[in-house]
């Protein structure tokens, strides 16, 4: 019954290869990865597989790109802490870059969800991919979540990536325009246009541009780098967009200029308007507020910090369903590598993984509660544990690249032959990998003048479920680094014709369509 079955399916998948993009790919999506699975025993558990929808269009991905550009940390985290990370933020943004063209180069030969743990169990270890997996998971901004909220983002989570495509293209709407109006007012502020004086580049004299000099700045490298965090959600939308080979190279080649004019000018504007001195900027509850709100009123626009508080709203709903999307599309991913239960892995008809959302959800809900119980702890538990996950997730990233790069050259395959190619190869990688290790490591440094244990936790908790899930893996599935003859860039690999057909979408393009493309 089976072998008939299967008969018919590669008889209706010939006859129809060469007529739509989807079609070609009936097998599209995860492998065994175990060795030991016959691959007989694969294909029939494959083909009962169930598929995510290739749904998002190339609108969706380029607006999802520049959302992740402009994260919650730019508004809820801009205070005296960021504004003195300039330097820094502006070597973080270039560790952005190289992390991004690392993923996607990955990402556009091999478009699947579940990304880059996907990609670390292939190329790598299982064992690596299982804990980077599990420990990306973490990358929750749930703090800030409401239970009524979290309840309307599971539900969009619910239905199919297309709604989830639509959202974050009104959200990232939304930011994108606040930040250009914050940009043009802090202009006209600093200039004296706004405000009755002109400003300049005064307070960088006094009271002097960083408040503690370098070492106030290496301090703040983590919260900075919390900020940039969510870019990387590109490189898993991979898996659901309908011509990846197009659309992810197109956000990620823009993915420096956008950081740079949303968060380095953003930050440089907030340095010159406002002293890192200034009273409001570590006062009371309003800090997550503070910087954006303060320029507003330098301005005489007073309406300006109800508008900002309304922006800070869609953007940790933006945030929350971002989260939830790319945490359910992960252990999607754990689930098909045999790196999390099988029923994870199921996908209702809309091409949800429902039950990874309903499993990711419940960590939101947990957050919940325990903002309710302590809000300004909670928030600074969860700020140094997921941005610390986050840093392992880009030195995650940046390594296997450098594994898939190795590996690819080793079978004899021709770079020609990959939609996308990796600026700076091999040193974008190395710089990205040791960066993310020297910040993981160094950032905690003030709980060590004098000792102090608790804070010695805070800082590095984040650090710990990464490494348990690894040793605690290695050591129950014995597993052992992939030779570099025996990685697989067959499965689920974007085809010759797969380009064609993206090129042949691509000439379809009004002149006006592909001035946007340049500029967006």
């Not at 019954?1 to 018919?8: C, I, T, V």
């Not at 000099?213 to 703040?220: D, M, Q, R, S």
């Not at 091409?351 to 947990?366: D, E, K, L, N, R």
Request: aromatic share 12%.
């Amino acid at each position: 019954m089976f072998r008939k079955q299967q008969d018919n399916i590669e008889t209706g998948a010939k006859a129809t290869a060469h007529t739509t993009y989807e079609s070609e790919k009936t097998e599209m999506h995860f492998h065994k990865s175990d060795s030991s699975i016959s691959q007989e025993h694969g294909e029939e558990e494959h083909g009962e597989e169930e598929h995510v929808m290739r749904s998002l269009s190339a609108r969706h991905i380029q607006m999802i790109s520049l959302g992740g550009a402009i994260g919650t940390g730019l508004f809820l985290n801009s205070g005296q802490n960021i504004a003195a990370a300039g330097p820094a933020g502006a070597l973080i943004a270039y560790c952005v870059y190289c992390i991004m063209t690392c993923l996607g180069e990955m990402a556009t030969f091999m478009p699947v969800s579940g990304s880059f743990n996907h990609y670390a169990t292939r190329f790598v270890d299982p064992s690596l991919g299982f804990a980077l997996g599990w420990n990306y998971c973490e990358v929750m901004p749930a703090p800030a979540w409401s239970t009524i909220f979290m309840i309307i983002i599971v539900l969009i989570n619910l239905v199919g990536v297309r709604i989830y495509g639509e959202m974050e293209y009104w959200f990232a709407l939304i930011k994108i325009l606040i930040v250009i109006v914050f940009i043009i007012v802090a202009i006209c502020v600093t200039a004296g246009g706004l405000g009755g004086h002109v400003i300049g580049f005064s307070y960088w004299n006094s009271p002097g541009a960083f408040a503690n000099g370098a070492v106030g700045t290496v301090g703040v490298l983590l919260s900075a780098g919390f900020s940039f965090q969510g870019t990387e959600i590109v490189g898993i939308t991979a898996g659901e967009a309908k011509n990846p080979s197009k659309t992810v190279p197109r956000a990620i080649r823009n993915t420096f200029w956008r950081i740079l004019i949303f968060y380095i000018a953003t930050i440089f504007l907030l340095g010159i308007c406002i002293p890192n001195d200034y009273p409001a900027l570590t006062s009371g509850e309003g800090v997550a507020t503070a910087s954006f709100t303060i320029v507003f009123n330098l301005a005489g626009i007073e309406a300006g910090s109800h508008v900002i508080n309304a922006v800070i709203l869609t953007s940790v709903l933006s945030a929350a369903n971002s989260s939830l999307y790319t945490a359910s599309r992960t252990i999607l991913g754990l689930a098909h590598d045999n790196n999390a239960p099988a029923f994870l892995g199921r996908i209702n008809r809309y091409g949800s993984p429902y039950v990874a959302v309903i499993f990711s959800s419940i960590i939101g809900f947990a957050c919940v509660f325990v903002s309710i119980y302590s809000a300004s702890v909670a928030f600074i538990w969860f700020l140094n544990i997921t941005a610390v996950s986050g840093f392992i997730s880009w030195a995650g990233i940046a390594f296997v690249h450098l594994r898939f790069r190795k590996a690819y050259v080793h079978q004899g395959r021709s770079l020609s032959e990959l939609p996308y190619i990796c600026f700076g190869y091999p040193f974008s990688g190395l710089f990205a990998t040791v960066l993310c290790v020297l910040i993981i490591l160094g950032q905690g440094y003030s709980a060590f003048t004098p000792f102090d244990g608790v804070t010695f936790v805070t800082n590095y908790i984040g650090i710990v479920p990464f490494i348990l899930c690894y040793i605690i893996h290695k050591i129950v599935k014995r597993t052992k680094v992939v030779p570099l003859d025996e990685v697989d860039f067959e499965t689920n690999r974007v085809t010759q014709h797969d380009r064609e057909v993206d090129n042949a979408e691509e000439g379809k393009k009004t002149k006006l369509q592909r001035m946007f493309d340049v500029f967006v």
